[in-house]
């Protein structure tokens, strides 16, 4: 085949770039945006546990994420002393839905794993999700609040941490599903599915007084892999959060997506916070998320799969 030497400098350029660390040109970059498929997100509106159902169905239903036989975290909200109506927590009805589907998947066993901040046992009673869980064959409810059961990991692409202690029964399993609910923070104007995983390190308190915590925040999300975000919708937490008491609103809502940026930018649509409408982009940790390529916060970018149940 003939080549033209303008065409073999462009090839070398391109394959200088790819193999040296050069940026491409801008149009390439552009036309390779342009062909990425969209991120796909499921919003289901309706009773909570059909809705949960529904979301999972809408991308794939449970056995894309759990194979038979495989280890499964859940994580939930479950931080606070508080019953199901103060919307602290993540309702009970969705953690007991998600793990009945990924045993009916064939899931071995189920841990549903949070560190609260209040007494472990308060929490884990109070929330209602230790009930809402129990007859639920291999499936265990437990809040960790020793040292002892995280372990030192690495964070390789982190701006503002590189090392977090972690979870070691995340670390030891196959799959992890993030259960955040909707609410406010006081801090990070919102916490939903990226903010709710501080839930899995020890040193959660650095994140807060030592560095920017939202650039905290997506470098720890840079190194957790989560392979499904179930965002508890059908409350919102919109004042007073994260412990409340506060504004109770009901969007009846549950969004799932493997994209966790894309989950919580939907999430931020679901209600006023603090009697404010407000995007993704005023939510700074989001926004450093989607900055380190970890999932897109721009709606033209997501595939958005809707349904009343």
Known sequence: MNITRREFLKNTAVLSALIGGVPLAKPLHTLAQRAAPPTTVAMVTGDRPAAVRAA??????????????????LKPNMSFPHPPDR?????????ATVARLCRDAGAAEVLVLDYPFNPPERCVTLSGIADACRGIKNVYVHAIAQQKFFKPHPLPRG????????????????????????????????????????GLIWDRRYFHAQVDINQAIADLVSGVNVHLTVLDGSRALV?????????????????????????????????????????????????????????TMRTDEISLLKKQV
């Open 159 to 198: 701006k503002a941490v590189r090392e977090v202690l972690l979870m070691r029964d995340v670390l030891e399993s196959d799959i992890l599903i993030s259960l955040p609910t909707a609410k406010s923070h006081t801090t990070t104007g919102v916490s939903l599915g990226m903010k709710g995983l501080m």
């Open 87 to 95: 919307a602290t927590n993540t309702h009970p009805e969705v953690v």
């Open 56 to 73: 999972i169905m809408l991308l794939g239903g449970i056995e894309r994420f759990v194979p038979r036989g495989s280890r499964v975290v």
């Open 239 to 295: 004042t007073g959060g994260p412990s409340g008491p506060g504004t109770v609103v009901f969007p009846n809502t549950i969004i799932a997506g493997t994209d966790p940026v894309a989950v919580d930018a939907l999430g931020v649509s679901l209600a006023p916070w603090y009697n404010q409408q407000c995007n993704a982009s005023q939510i700074h940790h989001i926004v450093a998320a989607s900055r380190m390529g970890l999932g």
